[in-house]
């Protein structure tokens, strides 16, 4: 079962914000949002994650609504080197058994233009 | 030296053959994870590991069999390969919270 939705795919100009949203509208409590990222078959490669809270690290910025039922990932600058498929994910931060996999939908392909 | 390294990178094997795919990591975590990418979709996950003795099935085991000799170390193996088993496998590892996993680069295989 789909625990998110993204949209299949988004443009950007090269040097503008790019915002990728995220609905995950039956997240449960102790569910965190996770971001990851796929550049061109290689492995994908961890963004960000938050529970509530809105969270920045330097890759990109994380904007969590307050009902927690959509989120928005925020590249502030984006660059060709972003071009990649993007995957938002819910899910326990800690636990054992299928609860800790990572579940990946078919995310939003980002392609930034020069 | 990456982090989390995959051999083969590509392979190319007959229908009924046996393969085995290898995946070490130097991070140093427990936990370990062998993935599978379709053309268009997303990952998959095979089996997973917590620890040299804690192997599980993941949501798509059968035709599939996994090894894990040592925490660095955990091999999946296709033992009659068949030609819907052609995709991408991702290797990945994650500490015991999870935050964040690190892939390996992937095994392109191709089974004719």
């Known amino acids: 079962d789909a625990k998110t939705t993204q949209p299949p795919s988004m443009d950007c100009a090269e040097g503008r914000a790019a915002n990728l949203p995220c609905n995950h509208s039956t997240i449960s409590g102790n569910e965190y949002v996770y971001w990851y990222r796929q550049i061109h078959s290689q492995g994908p490669q961890y963004i960000i994650h938050g529970l509530k809270n809105n969270e920045t690290n330097e890759m990109a910025s994380l904007i969590i609504t307050e009902d927690r039922k959509s989120s928005t990932l925020i590249l502030p600058h984006a660059t060709l080197r972003d071009t990649a498929v993007y995957y938002c994910?819910?899910?326990?931060?800690?636990?054992?058994?299928?609860?800790?996999?990572?579940?990946f939908g078919k995310g939003t392909l980002l392609t930034v233009n020069p | 030296d990456a982090d989390v390294t995959q051999t083969p990178r590509n392979r190319i094997t007959k229908t009924g053959k046996r393969i085995m795919l290898e995946c070490s990591q130097t991070?140093?975590?427990?936990?370990m994870y062998w993935y599978r990418q379709d053309p268009g979709l997303g990952l998959r996950l095979i089996y997973y590991?917590?620890?040299?003795?804690?192997?599980n099935k993941g949501e798509i085991s059968d035709g599939y069999s996994v090894s894990r000799q040592a925490q660095a170390k955990f091999s999946l193996s296709l033992e009659s390969a068949i030609p819907n088993q052609t995709a991408l496998y991702f290797c990945?590892?994650?500490?015991?919270?999870?935050?964040?996993?690190?892939f390996g680069q992937g095994t392109r295989l191709t089974v004719v």
């Open positions: 991070k140093g975590h427990d936990r």
């Open positions: 994910i819910v899910r326990p931060r800690e636990g054992g058994g299928s609860n800790y996999k990572l579940t």
């Open positions: 990945a590892t994650s500490d015991w919270r999870g935050t964040e996993a690190f």
């Open positions: 590991s917590f620890d040299v003795k804690d192997i």
